[in-house]
């Protein structure tokens, strides 16, 4: 809804924490399907040490990311960050951008995983009083 109430700022980096998510769900599935220990694994999953930025860059070089959702990622990535420690408000092109690929990666998410297709909602904005 924040999209739908022009709060550009609040659904950007709702959609980048969806999205980082989503990255993050990938590596560990990657580590996962490689069989990495767990040691091993708990020490490529802390994000105080592997970025998202980190495992984008992995997750692109291993071919588990089209080069068109790289290429998205790392510019949101520049966005959020700028946001985030510059505190600059999120552009509407910029959240729209940010939402689009994050539903775009939720979908496919439930695709794999055998459920059903995700439904869109369309939210309307509405006069508070």
Excluded at 71 to 96: D, F, T
């Amino acid at each position: 809804t924040h999209m739908a109430e022009t709060e550009y700022t609040p659904a950007f980096l709702m959609a980048w924490s969806l999205l980082e998510r989503q990255v993050y769900a990938k590596w560990a599935d990657y580590l996962r399907g490689k069989r990495v220990d767990t040691k091993r694994f708990g020490k490529l999953m802390r994000t105080d040490r592997w970025s998202a930025d980190d495992v984008i860059e992995c997750l692109s070089l291993t071919n588990l990311i089209e080069s068109s959702d790289y290429a998205a990622l790392i510019r949101l990535k520049n966005h959020r960050n700028s946001i985030v420690h510059s505190g600059r408000p999120a552009s509407a092109s910029e959240a729209k951008e940010c939402l689009e690929l994050a539903e775009n990666w939720t979908a496919r998410s439930i695709e794999e995983q055998g459920l059903k297709t995700l439904k869109k909602l369309e939210f309307v904005r509405i006069m508070r009083i």
